[in-house]
C-alpha cells in the first residue's frame, strides 16, 4: 500500500454509536492531520499531530477524540455525535517541513 | 490571520476553452499559496504551489498559475479544458507552519 489510506470509506452511525475512524500513511511523513468537509463550508482543520504530539485542537468538541500512537497512524474516537457532525471526513500527512499535505480518500460518515 | 477567497462557486467552460479560477488570499506574512483538486469520491491532490521562487507555477495536468502580490491573487489558469478536468478545486495558504487555510472550493464542469 503507498500513500494516505482511510477506513471505513463510509459509516453510518446513530447518536449513541461509538465508532472510531482509521487511518495510515506509508509515506515517512512525521506529521499528521484531521479535516472536516461539509458542503459549501471550507475544509476545516480539527486537529494536527506533529512526530506523535497533539500541535493543533482547532476548538473541536469533546465528541471527537484524536488518536495518535505513532507516526504512521490516527485514529478519530467518535461518541454521541449530532446529525450536523455527518461529514467527509479527510486524513492527510505531511513530512515535518509542512508545505504539502497527501490526503486519504476519507471516509463519508452520517449521523442519524 | 490568513483566509483565502474563492470568487464563484461554479464555473462552466466548453471543452478546449480556456479555464480560470479566482483566488484571492490575505496573509500578514509572505505567504506559501497552493491549489488542489479533488475528484468524485477521493481526497484532495496537489496541483501546484507557490513557496517565493517563480511567481508563475506549472502544476500537473496543464494547469499554471501566477502569484500576483500587489493583486494578493493566485489564479488558476489551463489554456485548453479536458473533460477531465472536471472536479473541484481548492486554493489553501500557509505561512509556513503547519496550518494550510483552504477556500471554499469551486466546482468546474466541462461541457463537450
Known amino acids: 500500500e503507498t500513500g494516505v489510506t482511510q477506513t471505513p470509506r463510509h459509516l453510518v452511525m446513530g447518536m449513541t454509536n461509538k465508532k472510531s475512524l482509521k487511518c495510515e500513511q506509508h509515506?515517512?511523513?512525521?506529521?499528521m492531520y484531521w479535516y472536516k468537509q461539509s458542503a459549501k463550508k471550507p475544509l476545516e482543520l480539527m486537529f494536527v499531530y506533529n512526530f506523535k504530539e497533539q500541535t493543533e485542537n482547532n476548538s473541536v468538541p469533546s465528541r471527537f477524540s484524536p488518536e495518535c500512537p505513532n507516526s504512521s497512524h490516527l485514529f478519530l474516537h467518535l461518541h454521541t455525535l449530532q446529525p450536523e457532525d455527518s461529514a467527509l471526513y479527510l486524513c492527510?500527512?505531511?513530512?515535518?517541513?509542512?508545505?504539502?499535505?497527501?490526503f486519504g480518500s476519507g471516509t463519508q460518515l452520517s449521523v442519524l | 490571520a490568513q483566509s483565502v477567497t474563492q470568487l464563484g462557486s461554479h464555473v462552466s467552460v466548453s471543452e478546449g476553452a480556456l479555464v480560470l479560477l479566482r483566488c484571492n488570499y490575505s496573509?500578514?506574512?509572505?505567504?506559501?499559496l497552493f491549489w488542489y483538486v479533488q475528484y468524485p469520491n477521493q481526497g484532495l491532490q496537489l496541483l501546484l504551489k507557490y513557496t517565493s521562487a517563480a511567481t508563475l507555477v506549472k502544476g500537473i495536468n496543464g494547469f499554471e498559475a501566477e502569484f500576483k502580490k500587489s493583486e494578493t491573487s493566485f489564479h488558476l489558469t489551463k489554456p485548453s479544458a479536458h473533460m477531465s478536468d472536471a472536479a473541484e478545486y481548492f486554493c489553501a495558504v500557509s505561512d509556513n507552519t503547519d496550518k494550510l487555510i483552504f477556500g471554499t472550493g469551486t466546482r468546474l464542469q466541462v461541457f463537450p
Open positions: 509515506l515517512g511523513h512525521n506529521a
Open positions: 496573509s500578514s506574512v509572505p505567504p506559501y
Open positions: 492527510a500527512s505531511s513530512s515535518s517541513s509542512g508545505l504539502e499535505l497527501f
